[in-house]
């Protein structure tokens, strides 16, 4: 069993950048998939940064050259910088740990609001 909390989150004016943490309670080393997901207010969740199994960074052209996805092994910690926000980015940023893209874990959300 793997519990995610997430922090960071707040508000931010646009153009302006925020750090997520997810930080696991037991070890996230081994698991296939670790990622970042979104939903904005009536709109579906979507994945926005995903480290794959082999170790590749996926992004959605969304967020590429913006977010970037990272992970400390050592303290069980993933991280989403998010840079050059939008209002559009406006969400629940959600972080992801599992063997698959169907099955897994979720952290709890954490608040990101762009606006000026």
């Known amino acids: 069993q793997v519990q995610l909390v997430e922090s960071g989150g707040g508000l931010v004016q646009p153009g302006g950048s925020l750090t997520l943490s997810c930080a696991a309670s037991?070890?996230?080393?081994?698991?296939?998939?670790l990622g970042w997901y979104r939903q904005a207010p009536g709109k579906q969740r979507e994945l926005v940064a995903l480290?794959?199994?082999?170790?590749?960074?996926n992004y959605p052209d969304s967020v590429k050259g913006r977010f970037a996805i990272s992970r400390d092994v050592a303290k069980d910690t993933m991280f989403l910088q998010l840079n050059d926000l939008k209002p559009e980015d406006t969400a629940i940023y959600y972080c992801?740990?599992?063997?698959?893209?169907?099955?897994?874990?979720w952290g709890q959300g954490t608040q990101v609001t762009v606006s000026s």
């Open positions: 480290i794959t199994p082999t170790g590749d960074r």
């Open positions: 037991g070890s996230i080393f081994g698991i296939e998939y």
């Open positions: 992801y740990v599992g063997p698959s893209l169907q099955q897994g874990y």
